[in-house]
């Protein structure tokens, strides 16, 4: 629109700047006006060349600049499909090395829950005492007959046996007295195996003598244990009130 107001422009300049001659005759008029459309044609027909041009050169750059666009359009959709590739990618790892982590840490758990003993949450003690001097003949079953504590009637005071409620560590424990000028011992018995050992001695007339024994042992549930009679000089066991009580205790560690 504007190179058409251009060139109208420039058609009515050229027809303004055209000298005026005198009019001799008919047909000098005509071959002047004649002569000046024919400048005038030149005229536009140069404009219109120049215009042509012009377009061909505007549109040369619009192309460009076009190709240019779509080009920057398709960089940039390469980069924003790498950018979401990448997240992926990160994202992946992340989950991937979040999975390993957790797995080591459930592995780990699960070894240190193989390792450690599942403690029972119930107390599980007793304690039992003889009421008297016992006359024992050898390997003979010592049966505490006096009970203080059982927390799970797991000792029994006709047999003197212990037996285990519940799978786990236990805690065993003997303390006997010998009489006046002798010797005793007793034997911690479990499951017919002998665990552990207690030996008193008294060597003088009018003494007593208490020794002790204590075991830890693994025991599962039904296992049983007892104290026996070990080797002795005499046949009885002391235990009196005012001066010490031989017993048996135990209970559960974990």
């Known amino acids: 629109m504007t190179g058409l107001l251009q060139l109208l422009l ?6 303004g700047s ?13 071959e002047n006006v004649l002569e000046r459309m024919i400048r005038m044609e030149f005229t536009v027909e140069q404009h219109l060349a120049r215009l042509k041009n012009d377009n061909k050169r505007l549109s040369a750059v619009v192309d460009a600049l076009m190709d240019q666009q779509e080009l920057a359009e398709r960089r940039l959709a390469s980069l924003m499909e790498e950018v979401e590739r990448n997240r992926i990618t990160t994202l992946e790892m992340v989950v991937a090395n979040s999975n390993n982590t957790l797995e080591q840490i459930s592995a780990a758990v699960d070894n240190l ?4 003993p599942t403690c029972h949450p119930e107390t599980i003690a007793f304690y039992a005492y003889l009421g008297g001097n016992v006359n024992l003949n050898e390997h003979a079953v010592i049966m505490f007959n006096v009970e ?12 003197g046996t212990f037996t285990a409620p519940v799978s786990g560590v236990y805690v ?5 007295y010998s009489g006046t000028n002798s010797y005793v011992g007793a034997e911690i018995i479990v499951n017919n195996d002998i665990k552990g050992e207690a030996f008193a001695d008294a060597q003088e007339i009018g003494d007593t003598h208490s020794a002790s024994a204590t075991i830890v042992v693994q025991m599962t549930a039904g296992q049983y244990a007892y104290v026996r009679r070990g080797q002795s000089s005499l046949s009885v066991m002391w235990s009196h009130a005012s001066r010490g009580r031989s017993s048996f205790s135990g209970w559960l560690l974990c």
């Open 10 to 15: 420039l058609v009515s300049t050229a027809l």
């Open 18 to 30: 055209e000298p005026s001659r005198p009019a001799c005759s008919k047909y000098d008029y005509e």
């Open 113 to 116: 829950k193989e390792s450690t």
């Open 172 to 176: 065993l424990s003997i303390t006997i």
């Open 148 to 159: 203080e504590t059982d927390t799970r009637n797991s000792y029994n005071i006709h047999n």
